[in-house]
């Protein structure tokens, strides 16, 4: 399996494979200097980007954000799941502040209209909602599309290979894999006793929409771990259409609030900032602040 990640992971042996040629020309054995590590860290980079920064940014090329962001924090996930986030703010609010099932379909000045007839009055307003649903509710039209992924859940008995909750990325340059996350390794409570959740990502358009795409992932995920993919529970595959706004440069400065719609209208969301839970969080956060200013 270590030969197979590293493998995958495609900078390990393109750097021995350069260090090998150089001294059976005669070369001097720099070791890891001058072009040899330029081109290990170019690879190792490129890697990154296309899998981890592609994966939180639904970029396949990962090119809009700055890695450091990565390495500023842990790479945390609920234990009884991402629901949970929604729940303790809603929990910090009261039961009486939200309305659930309660679609609105238009935003004025100072009113909102939901879709059973209601209207409800407010000073201010805070649209926090995919662009898609911004455009419809606000009637206006913005020249941002959206992007999609899909991500593929499996159940098996098998244990990966190593004790570490490790995000495996495809090195390969081909194939409709990402990259591989094992939730369950990071919270048990995300599988029965025995049992490992996988959870395969796919970026790239080309395959995204495929209807053999199952197929063609359990294909890939076979060269790298063998005959044993056969025997993983196909569970369920999640297409999400618009996972998040296209982030192609230039990107927002995600400190810089947009643009008030009106007097009383605000929004704030990824899609004019950076994508990313916390620069979603960030960007209500600052937004609840400015209100508290005004009113």
Same mark, same amino acid.
């Given at each position: 399996?270590?030969?197979?990640?590293?493998?995958?992971?495609?900078?390990?042996?393109?750097?021995?494979?350069?260090?090998?040629?150089?001294?059976?020309?005669?070369?001097?054995?720099?070791?890891?200097?001058?072009?040899?590590?330029?081109?290990?860290?170019?690879?190792?980079?490129?890697?990154?980007?296309?899998?981890?920064?592609?994966?939180?940014?639904?970029?396949?090329?990962?090119?809009?954000?700055?890695?450091?962001?990565?390495?500023?924090?842990?790479?945390?996930?609920?234990? =009884?799941?991402?629901?949970?986030?929604?729940?303790?703010?809603?929990?910090? $609010?009261?039961?009486?502040?939200?309305?659930?099932?309660?679609?609105?379909?238009?935003?004025?000045?100072?009113?909102?209209?939901?879709?059973?007839?209601?209207?409800?009055?407010? =000073?201010?307003?805070?649209?926090?909602?995919?662009?898609?649903?911004?455009?419809?509710?606000?009637?206006?039209?913005?020249?941002?599309?959206?992007?999609?992924?899909?991500?593929?859940?499996?159940?098996?008995?098998?244990?990966?290979?190593?004790?570490?909750?490790?995000?495996? $990325?495809?090195?390969?340059?081909?194939?409709?894999?990402?990259?591989?996350?094992?939730?369950?390794?990071?919270?048990?409570?995300?599988?029965?006793?025995?049992?490992?959740?996988?959870?395969?990502?796919?970026?790239?358009?080309?395959?995204? =929409?495929?209807?053999?795409?199952?197929?063609?992932?359990?294909?890939?995920?076979?060269?790298?771990?063998?005959?044993?993919?056969? =025997?993983?529970?196909?569970?369920?595959?999640?297409?999400?259409?618009?996972?998040?706004?296209?982030?192609?440069?230039?990107?927002?400065?995600?400190?810089?609030?947009?643009?008030?719609?009106?007097?009383?209208?605000?929004?704030?969301?990824?899609?004019?900032? $950076?994508?990313?839970?916390?620069?979603? $969080?960030?960007?209500?956060?600052?937004?609840?602040?400015?209100?508290?200013?005004?009113?």
């Amino acid at each position: 399996m270590g030969e197979t990640v590293f493998n995958h992971l495609e900078s390990a042996d393109h750097v021995d494979a350069e260090i090998g040629a150089r001294i059976s020309a005669g070369e001097p054995d720099r070791g890891l200097t001058g072009n040899v590590t330029y081109e290990f860290r170019t690879a190792g980079k490129r890697l990154f980007q296309r899998g981890v920064v592609a994966h939180v940014t639904v970029d396949e090329n990962g090119g809009t954000s700055d890695p450091r962001v990565f390495a500023t924090g842990d790479a945390t996930l609920p234990s =009884k799941g991402m629901e949970e986030i929604p729940r303790q703010i809603a929990d910090s $609010l009261g039961p009486d502040k939200i309305q659930f099932q309660s679609k609105a379909i238009k935003v004025s000045d100072g009113s909102v209209t939901l879709e059973d007839g209601r209207i409800i009055l407010g =000073k201010q307003i805070v649209v926090a909602t995919p662009e898609p649903v911004l455009q419809d509710l606000l009637d206006i039209k913005t020249v941002n599309r959206s992007v999609g992924e899909s991500c593929l859940y499996y159940s098996t008995d098998w244990v990966p290979p190593f004790k570490e909750p490790f995000l495996l $990325l495809n090195g390969d340059g081909y194939g409709p894999v990402n990259n591989i996350a094992f939730p369950s390794m990071i919270a048990k409570e995300y599988a029965p006793a025995g049992k490992t959740l996988i959870a395969v990502v796919v970026v790239d358009d080309q395959f995204i =929409k495929r209807t053999d795409l199952e197929g063609e992932v359990r294909s890939q995920c076979r060269e790298w771990f063998g005959d044993i993919v056969n =025997k993983w529970e196909h569970l369920r595959t999640y297409q999400i259409e618009h996972a998040l706004p296209d982030q192609s440069p230039p990107t927002q400065n995600p400190y810089l609030l947009p643009k008030p719609i009106s007097e009383n209208i605000r929004i704030c969301g990824e899609y004019q900032s $950076l994508p990313g839970l916390q620069w979603a $969080l960030m960007s209500g956060h600052m937004t609840g602040k400015n209100i508290t200013k005004t009113v």
